[in-house]
């Protein structure tokens, strides 16, 4: 089992669920955990009660109102599950608050960011924050960028150049369809992944090529959109139609 934390006061939950669908189409089995100070996932892209925790989201596991480890496992046995049964749980953190709860160590740590003002000034606390209470400033970084092409070097000055970032920086494009599409998949309940840009989609290949140190081909053909299943599909809707309009005459 991997554990990743995601930080940063960017909304990353677009993010989070397009990679967790790619990686389950990789055959492995994925919880994401709701540590957002708004519950983001939970009044998102879920249809949970207020007594309901575990919510499956197009078999994406989504885990909200856990505050700490021991309440991830707490509920998940309430369900008759455990962190065992998943090959990667990922813990989407935007404030102290969360930071600060008994977790363990993570084994891939991810600042997400942008180019926002607002956001990186409150990212540069939340960070210097988690490199004090973890006593590391090793970190990854994707950073969607904006229009207006800001420097990466900007956000290293305001944290004064303490994150030290491993591995490669990942940077995804403006995409003038990315917030519609997100918002489709909140009320639809279905992840329009093939409808993604194919830069980000490949950021998103890259990311988890590294992290799983795969073929990023290997990768891409998970998520082929398959010809014959297109074909099939294609098929069984005309024979609908004809069966139809024979019925009708």
Known sequence: MKTIQLAGNRNKSDFTIYLSHILTKLGKNVLIVDATKQSIYRYGYTHLTKSQHLYDFQQIDILCDAKNWLDVEKLLRAEGDSTTQYDLIIVDMDHKG???????????????????????????????????????????????????????????????????????????????????????????????????SKQYKKQLEEIISELYKIHVNEVKNAIKPSFFRFGKTKMNETNENELNVASNS
């Open 98 to 196: 969360a930071i600060e709860q008994e977790w363990p160590e993570f084994d891939e740590r991810y600042y997400v960011g942008d180019d926002e003002r607002l956001n990186q000034n409150r990212d540069v606390e939340l960070l210097n924050y988690l490199f004090d209470i973890t006593k590391s400033n090793e970190i990854k970084r994707v950073i969607f960028k904006s229009s207006n092409k800001f420097h990466e070097s900007q956000f290293d000055s305001l944290m004064n150049h303490r994150p030290v970032w491993r591995s490669m920086n990942y940077t995804i494009e403006p995409d003038e369809f990315a917030i519609g599409l997100a918002i489709q998949m909140q009320h639809e309940q279905h992840i329009p992944l093939n409808r993604i």
